[in-house]
T-cell receptor, first 111, second 112 residues
Framework: SQQGEEDPQALSIQEGENATMNCSYKTSINNLQWYRQNSGRGLVHLILIRSNEREKHSGRLRVTLDTSKKSSSLLITASRAADTASYFC???????????FGTGTQLKVEL | GAVVSQHPSWVICKSGTSVKIECRSLDFQATTMFWYRQFPKQSLMLMATSNEGSKATYEQGVEKDKFLINHASLTLSTLTVTSAHPEDSSFYICSTAQETQYFGPGTRLLVL
């Protein structure tokens, strides 16, 4: 199974700024998902993007997928302190809706 | 999306004891659920797939006799950490097994 490598590992920005995090992977995928995890909590699904999609939006979130480069990015615009969390990309693996989660990006949004 | 609860939210136990963690699907009939483990500052690692009415399937390297999974109904899956040791201290999270996964809030286990 493959694990997405996320970059950067940690990111600290000011409220109102945009945050971009990237996920690279090694083998072909049908879709890629992004999840958020607040400290000490379970994960929350953000967006699923399929291999035939290049870009997807959800509120202040924008996800891109470049299958030729095997990479995806998550952009959070106009960040808020409440966006402080860890963000994980997740790749389908092994069938049966199993996912392998990436290494994660810890985002801190300061007031 | 589905609502998933876990109980307890945290537990402290002595080395050698067993701990049971419950995962309930509150508004969704879950024939399959996933159990993950997460160490501090690390990603989630899938431990096993819980199957209603049948045996769980475990990921490579996960001891099935140590991490007992029971999925007796469509709304309840349990993970029992048997003879827990300090190295089992971790954050255990369950999720639904749909294409988009819905997670419980997690259970933090500390083994002294």
């Amino acid at each position: 199974s493959q694990q997405g490598e996320e970059d950067p590992q940690a990111l600290s920005i000011q409220e109102g700024e945009n945050a971009t995090m990237n996920c690279s992977y090694k083998t072909s995928i049908n879709n890629l998902q992004w999840y958020r995890q607040n400290s000490g909590r379970g994960l929350v699904h953000l967006i699923l993007i399929r291999s035939n999609e290049r870009e997807k939006h959800s509120g202040r979130l924008r996800v891109t997928l470049d299958t030729s480069k095997k990479s995806s990015s998550l952009l959070i615009t106009a960040s808020r302190a409440a966006d402080t969390a860890s963000y994980f990309c997740a790749l389908p693996t092994g069938g049966g809706n199993k996912l392998t989660f990436g290494t994660g990006t810890q985002l801190k949004v300061e007031l | 999306g589905a609502v998933v609860s876990q109980h307890p939210s945290w537990v402290i136990c002595k080395s050698g004891t067993s701990v049971k963690i419950e995962c309930r699907s509150l508004d969704f009939q879950a024939t399959t659920m996933f159990w993950y483990r997460q160490f501090p500052k690390q990603s989630l690692m899938l431990m096993a797939t819980s199957n209603e009415g049948s045996k769980a399937t475990y990921e490579q390297g996960v001891e099935k006799d140590k991490f007992l999974i029971n999925h007796a109904s469509l709304t309840l899956s349990t993970l029992t950490v048997t003879s827990a040791h300090p190295e089992d201290s971790s954050f255990y999270i369950c999720s639904t097994a749909q294409e988009t996964q819905y997670f419980g809030p997690g259970t933090r286990l500390l083994v002294l």
